[in-house]
């Protein structure tokens, strides 16, 4: 059973790189998001989508874009990456609101 | 601004100790409230909650709501060393976007 996966698992970048982080679930589920957790702030939400073909800002969306071309896959992202954006990214996906979310493993990204 | 805050942030127990973990919130259109269990990649689902009163048991663990006090508890009992994680309470609002809003997250230990 995969669920929901995510690549690549770590990844060391430079300033100023760009890099993609790939998202695919093999639950045909409708909604997809993805997270980021540092230390003391939990997990916030950077861009999400409830359908394929259509993505939203979340919480903390500055410097990350996102695509949804496909219902299984959720593509974040970073054109010019910031230490800023050292963290840890999760992946999620819910077949509809009001039901819990699936995450995948996470990826490590750090930005030097 | 929709808030969910979780305490204690750190806690260190010896195993057989029972433990309670809390978690307050103050969101518009709350719809229910989850807790999930991290221990090193991504976080498990734990439970749902949606009515005031009613106890959610799985194990050693339960977890019970007060929509009136807007705040849940997750208790364990006869703590492990398994049991160490970093414990994440989320809220739910009524909306179609499935859009969760974290706590920080309570970090336990269980020494042996």
């Known amino acids: 059973n995969a669920g929901v996966t995510q690549t690549p698992k770590f990844r060391v970048l430079k300033t100023g790189q760009s890099m993609t982080l790939l998202c695919a679930q093999d639950?045909?589920?409708?909604?997809m998001y993805w997270y980021r957790q540092d230390p003391g702030m939990g997990l916030r939400l950077i861009h999400y989508?409830?359908?394929?073909?259509?993505?939203a800002k979340g919480e903390v969306p500055d410097g990350y874009n996102v695509s949804r071309l496909k219902k299984q896959n959720f593509l974040l992202g970073l054109e010019s990456a910031a230490p800023s954006q050292t963290s840890v990214y999760f992946c999620?996906?819910?077949?509809?609101?009001?039901?819990?979310?699936?995450f995948g493993e996470g990826s490590w990204l750090t930005v030097v | 601004e929709d808030k969910v805050v979780q305490s204690p942030l750190s806690l260190v127990v010896h195993e057989g100790d029972t433990v309670t973990l809390n978690c307050s919130y103050e969101?518009?259109?709350?719809?229910?409230l989850l807790w999930y269990k991290q221990e090193k990649k991504a976080p498990t689902f734990l439970f749902m909650l949606?009515?005031?009163?009613i106890e959610k048991k799985s194990g050693r663990l339960s977890s019970i709501l007060d929509k009136k006090e807007l705040f849940s508890i997750l208790n364990i009992t006869a703590t492990q060393t398994g049991d160490s994680a970093v414990y994440l309470c989320?809220?739910?609002?009524?909306?179609?976007?499935?859009?969760?809003?974290f706590g920080q997250g309570t970090t336990l230990q269980v020494k042996p």
């Open positions: 969101v518009t259109n709350f719809r229910s």
């Open positions: 949606t009515s005031s009163g």
């Open positions: 639950m045909n589920h409708e909604y």
């Open positions: 989320a809220v739910d609002r009524s909306s179609n976007t499935g859009k969760l809003i």
């Open positions: 989508s409830v359908g394929e073909g259509t993505t």
């Open positions: 999620a996906s819910s077949p509809h609101s009001g039901n819990t979310i699936y």
